[in-house]
């Protein structure tokens, strides 16, 4: 299975180090090619040495080199890390940043996507080649490098449609404000997902159709004991370096179950049947879905109901890799249950329960298989051992069973209060959702109502909010607030204020008013910047980016505010180079040109 452990290896570098030293960090990304290049030579010398010293200490040939097998599970474990770490030396060393702030161009979303999506399918190229130089794993090189293929063309595919696509006013709105929208979306993925999953698998890894009709009679036996529709089979083509079974598809319509060319070389039919059984016991104990559960919504829910504001996103993401480390022990301890789970259930589903046995047991004698335990899988020996324990005592495996009921369900309770508090903390913050996507769908007047019951009413400025008259054109000015305190109540009154001045007096409200209202805020944004007003115009052109895309010239203006705002001084020189070749338009452009002029 291919996981990226590259890429969560270098997201957590990359935000730990933001978080700790972010004051050390260029702002625009510069050098960042220059560093990505010397990672790159800097591991494959390190290959280069690394393949030298092999052929010192080991001798020539594969057979001296495979005769360390400690040395090369060991490796092929951390070789995944080792680019990461290689990045981490020069970004400590170099104080350079380890990812780019990428184009601010408009609709370039899938560009800026795919090259956010560049660090995975770096490490998995450098993880592939470790496989293919210092193991001489052709075919785990060549499966990551297909799995890495799809994967990309997958995201390429996905954020080119988002970005042809029209995005109605209510949608993006709700996209970019509301949390139940992007849950919903998020789900729906998920569920295609799923669908396609097994289509993805046959794709990626050449998946062959298999007929073997010796297995036909008892396949139909083990899954009617079963209760389970078995699905097809299907033949995984490894050149005979790979003795493995698995299921893919949760659903019986998408289910198909797996055989490597080795096992099917290897095995006997009754032997295979065997390991069918153990396949379709996995489904009939649900296994796939609960470890879907509980790997998804277990480090999400916490994570959602522990995540506090004042820690903002790189914190949220340092919280996550802390619960990580549980989360991984959990699922750890669930994998190896589900394997012993599943040999008892598929050993009751067969005529005779020597015949798992057997199966482990010549599993155990060939390529490394079984012969000792994964992090998630344990070993042939201890299930073997468990098979014969628990058939000789069948008292022992009920109270087996049921202490592991006890622990599931203690996890599932966990599992929802977290998303108890996650679900309180949500219903907390959804009148300011629904706030904000109203104003970004082109009812800013609502908004403004909808935030006016939100000021407490005890406040002696709170009535001059709400009793407030605008005029067009009224510059862009706080209302009084002294009373208030300085803070959420302040920005408050003041987004109040802002959405009520995109609205003309009796002008009708929707999303047939966003183009207006877009137009608006860029006018509202140079009146401010000329006044020299800077955060009140970095303010109204992130409102005006709400309602549409804003042009090079625009999006480079509004970064030059941020910069200012953030003492960013690269940030600076890379909004005043985009400036020079694409000025905004006026009047934005006018408004620039006098704020410069006064120094």
């Not at 996209?175 to 295609?192: I, T």
């Not at 070993?379 to 495996?397: C, L, N």
């Not at 800013?444 to 002696?460: D, I, N, R, V």
């Not at 609205?503 to 183009?515: D, N």
Request: net charge neutral; aromatic share 10%; with cysteine.
């Amino acid at each position: 299975m291919i996981l990226p452990v590259g890429l969560f290896f270098a997201l957590l570098l990359r935000f730990s180090y933001d978080f700790l030293f972010i004051a050390d960090l260029p702002a625009d990304g510069a050098r960042a090619v220059g560093t990505l290049g010397l990672v790159a030579l800097s591991y494959v010398v390190f290959f280069e040495l690394f393949s030298l010293l092999r052929l010192l200490v080991l001798g020539k040939g594969r057979e001296s080199f495979s005769r360390s097998m400690a040395f090369e599970r060991l490796w092929l474990r951390f070789e995944g890390v080792l680019p990461v770490l290689c990045y981490g030396v020069l970004l400590f060393f170099g104080k350079w940043p380890a990812f780019v702030r990428f184009s601010i161009e408009p609709g370039l979303l899938s560009l800026h996507e795919l090259l956010v999506l560049l660090p995975f399918v770096f490490f998995q190229l450098l993880a592939a080649l470790s496989e293919l130089r210092l193991c001489e794993q052709v075919l785990r090189s060549g499966m990551r490098l297909r799995g890495t293929l799809f994967l990309g063309l997958l995201y390429l595919a996905l954020y080119a449609w988002m970005d042809l696509w029209r995005w109605p006013a209510l949608l993006r709105a709700g996209f970019d404000h509301l949390d139940l929208v992007l849950w919903a979306a998020v789900a729906c993925g998920f569920l295609l997902f799923l669908l396609l999953g097994p289509l993805w698998a046959t794709l990626a890894f050449g998946l062959q159709r298999l007929n073997y009709p010796e297995l036909e009679e008892g396949m139909q036996g083990i899954a009617k004991r079963l209760g389970q529709r078995g699905g097809g089979l299907r033949v995984l083509g490894t050149r005979g370096r790979i003795l493995n079974a698995f299921v893919i598809g949760p659903f019986a319509w998408t289910r198909r179950v797996v055989f490597s060319d080795e096992i099917l070389r290897r095995f006997s039919p009754t032997r295979l049947l065997a390991v069918y059984a153990h396949e379709l016991a996995h489904v009939s104990r649900k296994h796939m879905w609960r470890m879907l559960f509980l790997a998804l919504g277990l480090p999400l829910a916490v994570l959602g109901a522990l995540s506090s504001e004042e820690l903002g996103e790189d914190g949220d993401l340092l919280l996550a890799a802390l619960l990580l480390i549980p989360a991984l022990l959990i699922l750890r301890w669930l994998r190896r249950r589900f394997e012993h789970e599943a040999d008892l259930t598929g050993v009751a589903a067969l005529d005779q329960p020597e015949d798992m046995i057997e199966a482990l047991e010549h599993a155990h004698l060939y390529g490394g298989v079984g012969r000792k335990g994964g992090f998630f899988y344990p070993s042939a020996d201890a299930r073997v051992a468990a098979i014969r324990s628990f058939v000789e005592d069948p008292r022992e495996t009920l109270a087996w069973y049921r202490r592991g009921a006890r622990i599931q369900a203690g996890l599932f309770v966990l599992l929802g209060v977290a998303l108890g508090l996650l679900l309180a903390r949500q219903l907390a913050s959804w009148p300011q959702q629904q706030a904000r996507f109203l104003l970004s769908a082109g009812y800013p007047s609502s908004a403004a109502e909808l935030w006016l019951e939100q000021l407490p009413a005890e406040l002696p400025a709170t009535a001059s909010v709400a009793a407030g008259k605008v005029e067009e054109q009224e510059p862009l000015k706080p209302y009084p607030l002294e009373e208030m305190q300085r803070g959420d109540w302040e920005l408050l009154g003041e987004q109040i204020h802002r959405a009520r001045l995109l609205v003309h007096q009796g002008e009708s409200e929707g999303p047939a008013l966003v183009g207006r209202l877009h137009r608006r805020a860029l006018r509202r944004a140079a009146h401010a910047i000329e006044g020299s007003d800077l955060e009140s115009g970095r303010l109204w052109l992130q409102l005006a980016a709400r309602y549409s895309d804003l042009s090079q010239g625009e999006a480079a203006v509004l970064l030059l505010l941020e910069s200012w705002s953030q003492h960013d001084e690269p940030g600076k020189r890379r909004a005043v180079k985009i400036l020079q070749d694409a000025p905004p338009g006026a009047p934005l452009n006018e408004a620039l040109e006098r704020l410069l002029g006064k120094g």
